[in-house]
């Protein structure tokens, strides 16, 4: 594989994670810190919480829960996809854990091309 085409795919990565990441939406209404998702999938709603009230209570200071609780927002928009960015998630694993001279198959190189030339058409560049 060229470094042209791993910085294709590496280019088409970025730009699904731009389109389908979910904004954030606000701040935790308890303290005004970050909020991060607590979990996703299983037909659910988005399940906010404030993001350092969860990670002091993951590492046991278990008078964070109600913190948590409060913090709590379930998000219904119809934006993001969380399945695409856990699947971003996993393609940078998976890349990350390949050895530095394995080569993508110029089959899937080509599909990377033409899925980005789906993805924004003013993205020419891409293809070449
Ligand atoms: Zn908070």
């Known amino acids: 594989m060229t470094g042209s085409r791993q910085d294709s795919a590496a280019a088409l990565v970025a730009k699904l994670e731009q389109k389908y990441e979910r904004p954030k939406p606000g701040v935790c209404r308890v303290c005004g810190g970050d909020v991060a998702i607590a979990h996703t999938g299983g037909g659910l709603p988005l399940k906010w919480v404030c993001e350092g009230a969860k990670a002091k209570l993951d590492a046991g200071e278990l008078d964070q829960a109600e913190h948590v609780e409060e913090s709590a927002w379930l998000d219904y928009r119809p ?22 001279d394995v080569k993508l198959e110029s089959a899937a190189t080509s599909t990377l091309a033409s899925a980005a030339s789906d993805c924004d058409e003013s993205q020419q560049a891409m293809t070449a």
Do not use: E, F, Q, T
Request: charged share 25%; aromatic share 4%.
């Open 79 to 100: 934006v993001g996809d969380a399945r695409v960015m856990r699947l971003i998630a996993l393609y940078r694993d998976a890349m990350a854990a390949l050895p530095p």
